[in-house]
């Protein structure tokens, strides 16, 4: 880890600060392999200290080798102050993306001479640029996953409802090593499917649905997400015809991944085909972002977004359809970017499943 506190170090050189402080769990667990859920780490230019609470004086102990932890009795940037390790520091900078306005004013009362300056993707970027060892993670979170996804395929049949399904989806990820959901699984049978992030309910599956199946489970610290649309018996030739659109835009986008493209490039090449067809106003979303520490992080790929890919981000491509009434269709991999291509780490067929 000690790389990753000599990256914060000149993180916060490059933006005119004397420290920088890191507070959101993932981060911490990027930086430190810190696992709990409350911390602050303080870096400056020739020391660091992590901060937590009672809770974890163990976990601490046995997760954060390298760099000197306190267990705070009160709050943890007050500790900070209260143990000079700040003395002397004018400015110092923290992640904005996930900090409370709330927290943020608790912060800059506590550390009191120190300005506290709150920017904006402030590690994004370092976490993005994952080592080989982090893609490693992702792919295995993304194959426990894939052993849900043929755990639960015996499953979907007509007359079980979403919530069911949703609730074996829990269950397996559990039961496969998963340390928690990634986020609540999201199962959308019929004109259901046509909610790109629809909540399991008690609708039943009937005979010529269309079964839109987005999940995904933490394993060792890694999120996975993968979706794929199933039918239930004979869909009919419409939504064949735009389950054969969404696959090959999804193919396309996987074939042009690359580092060094921008979000908006990747976007393009999926939304390109899907327009072409004649589904444009359907394709309702952007194209994906990334993942890894957490479910949803930087980079975008988005039409909005002029932000270049780098090397080693991991990354969803997941194109949609979406017709209101009728059915939806999302089909969704995780690729590790290099130079000159993409690694998929997802492994499930994308053929359409008729059960």
């Known amino acids: 880890m000690a790389d990753r506190i000599s ?4 993180l916060a ?10 507070t ?3 981060d911490l667990r990027w930086a430190l ?3 709990g859920s409350n911390g602050l780490l303080a870096v400056r230019d020739d020391d660091a200290l992590f901060v937590t609470d009672g809770r974890y004086t163990e976990q601490a102990r046995q997760q954060v080798a390298r760099v000197p932890t306190a267990i705070a009795a009160s709050g943890l940037a007050e500790h900070v102050a209260g143990s000079g390790f700040l003395t002397g520091v ?12 709330s927290a943020f004013e608790t912060m800059t009362s506590a550390l009191g001479g120190t300005e506290v300056i709150p920017v904006r993707q402030l590690v994004a970027v370092a976490i993005a640029t994952k080592t080989l060892a982090e893609i490693e993670g992702v792919r295995q979170a993304q194959l426990v996953t894939a052993d849900v996804f043929d755990a639960v395929l015996p499953f979907l049949r007509a007359g079980v409802s979403e ?10 990820h559990l039961k496969k090593g998963a340390e928690a959901m990634s986020f609540e699984p999201i199962v959308a049978a019929g004109a259901r499917g046509a909610l790109p992030h629809a909540r399991p309910s008690e609708h ?3 005979e010529g649905d269309l079964v839109v199946i987005d999940m995904g489970g933490i394993v060792d610290g890694f999120c996975s997400d993968m979706t794929r649309t199933v039918a239930i018996g004979d869909p009919g030739d419409d939504a064949r015809e735009a389950y054969a659109v969404v696959l090959e835009a999804q193919m396309a986008a996987v074939h042009a991944a690359r580092a060094g493209m921008t979000g908006s490039a990747l976007d393009r090449v999926a939304r390109d085909v899907i327009e072409q067809a004649g589904f444009g106003d359907a394709f309702s979303h952007s194209l994906g972002h990334g993942v890894g520490y957490e479910v949803h992080e930087w980079p975008r790929l988005s039409q909005h977004v002029e932000h270049v890919l780098p090397v080693g981000a991991t990354v969803t491509i997941e194109p949609g359809v979406y017709l209101p009434g009728l059915f939806g269709i999302r089909i969704e ?17 994308k053929e359409l499943l008729i059960l």
């Open 24 to 26: 959101h769990p993932p």
């Open 204 to 206: 039943v599956l009937a």
């Open 13 to 22: 050189a490059d933006n005119d600060a004397d420290a920088i402080l890191v």
């Open 163 to 172: 919530r069911d399904i949703a609730a074996e989806i829990v269950y397996q």
């Open 333 to 349: 991999d995780i690729v590790a970017l290099r130079e000159g291509g993409a690694d998929n780490l997802t492994t499930p067929t």
């Open 33 to 35: 392999g810190f696992s």
């Open 7 to 10: 990256a914060l170090r000149q």
């Open 90 to 101: 004018q400015r110092a900078v923290v992640s904005s993306d996930h900090l409370t306005v």
